[in-house]
């Protein structure tokens, strides 16, 4: 099995879960500065190719890679560490911290030498303009995924795979979360793999666009390409499941 070097990829994953095929060699990279999305009807598998690539699921074939070194058989933890950042769909914060505390928290969890100047430039990163003593969990969807964003962007990640980061959140504000993304991959060169399932969301910000349909990559390609693919409309507007 031959890998390109990319920052991140995998290639070659299967998945069994419960007796069930949910992933079939699925292969995907992403590069310094670029947002890859991730699309695909619910129930593709795009969350479980994101439980095997940050290491909660254990695959029965197929290779992980981080900056060329094979890291299939490393703990979700080793990975962490070594770079890779994971948001999920509910953007749920920790207990009853304030933000300031949820800071602190993020502070000491990932690098304890990390001081109060490195928060406010994580905050200000993110576009997060909330007061400091303001309970986390009273935040509305945007600005809690604004500090998750922030508290993550301390710990300097290579790669952050986001799980349908814009779920939960009004037009106005995908666009300003597009933008915050885009900023972040740009100046950092970190790699983004996001998962989207509305396609045309996906336009605004993605480089390429991987479509996952039944376990199965079924296209892969700029957004314009993928978009105008009979397999992808077939796998989202037709009762092709049935
Ligand atoms: N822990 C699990 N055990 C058994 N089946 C699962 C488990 N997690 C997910 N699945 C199944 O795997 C398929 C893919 O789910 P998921 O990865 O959540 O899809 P997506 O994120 O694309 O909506 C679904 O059919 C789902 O029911
Ligand atoms: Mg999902």
Redesign the pocket.
């Known amino acids: 099995m031959s890998l390109k070097n990319s920052l991140f990829e995998c290639e070659g994953v299967s998945l069994s879960?419960?007796g069930?095929r949910?992933l079939t060699n699925v292969s995907i990279d992403v590069n310094p500065g670029e947002i890859v999305g991730l699309v695909?009807?619910?129930?593709?598998?795009?969350?479980?190719?994101?439980?095997v690539l940050c290491g909660r699921y254990i695959s029965e074939a197929g290779l992980v890679k981080l900056d060329g070194s094979d890291i299939t058989k490393e703990s979700f933890f080793k990975r962490a560490r070594i770079g890779l950042a994971r948001t999920y769909q509910s953007p749920v914060t920790p207990g009853s911290l304030t933000v300031g505390e949820t800071f602190r928290a993020a502070r000491k969890a990932f690098r304890p030498y990390l001081s109060v100047h490195d928060a406010e430039w994580a905050a200000r990163l993110a576009n997060l303009k909330v007061h400091w003593d303001t309970p986390a969990a009273a935040l509305g969807a945007f600005d809690r995924r604004k500090l998750l964003i922030s508290c993550l962007m301390m710990r300097n990640p290579k790669v952050i795979l986001m799980?349908e980061p814009a779920s939960g959140l009004i037009n106005a504000e995908i666009d300003e979360l597009d933008l915050i993304i885009r900023r972040i991959v740009d100046e950092y060169a970190i790699g983004v793999i996001m998962?989207e399932?509305r396609l045309e969301l996906l336009s605004a910000v993605a480089d390429r666009v991987v479509v996952?349909d039944l376990?199965e990559v079924i296209a892969k390609g700029s957004p314009e390409t993928v978009f105008v693919d009979p397999k992808v409309h077939a796998a989202y507007f037709e009762d092709a499941h049935a």
């Open positions: 879960l419960g069930r949910i695909g009807p619910n129930g593709a598998g795009k969350t479980s190719l994101f439980e799980d998962i399932h996952l376990g």
